[in-house]
Nanobody
Framework: QVQLVESGGGLVQAGGSLRLSCAAS????????MGWFRQAPGKEREFVAA????????YYADSVKGRFTIAKDNAKNTVYLQMNSLKPEDTAVYYC???????????????????WGQGTQVTVSS
């Protein structure tokens, strides 16, 4: 059974930093791409960042480019999201997800991901 467990969320002032972690089990994650998404109250879930199965390809939403960094440690089955220069508009529940098919390129599309974590709340105060 595939499980994804996020951690690292919290309350931070604007301009601050947080590092989210997503620990995965139940699948050989070195073969799968991973993604981070977020959902703010009253809004649809949106793409934040994705990393390919090998870690060699990475893609960011324009809204976080230059501030967020995604990384994948295949030995630890863990994906990270380092978030710097946080803004109030980054406030949301953040979810990690795993691609449903191994050895594919990265995707920004929710439907490409078949397992999701429970989410971790990130709140940025102004």
């Amino acid at each position: 059974q595939v499980q994804l467990v996020e951690s690292g969320g919290g309350l931070v002032q604007a301009g601050g930093s947080l590092r989210l972690s997503c620990a995965a089990s139940g699948r050989t994650f070195s073969m799968y791409g991973m993604g981070w998404f977020r959902q703010a109250p009253g809004k649809e879930r949106e793409f934040v960042a994705a990393i390919s199965w090998s870690g060699s390809n990475i893609y960011y939403a324009d809204s976080v480019k230059g501030r967020f960094t995604i990384a994948k440690d295949n030995a630890k089955n863990t994906v990270y999201l380092q978030m710097n220069s946080l803004k109030p508009e980054d406030t949301a529940v953040y979810y990690c997800a795993v691609d449903k098919t191994p050895f594919l390129g990265i995707s920004t599309v929710l439907a490409r991901y078949d397992y999701w974590g429970q989410g971790t709340q990130v709140t940025v105060s102004s």
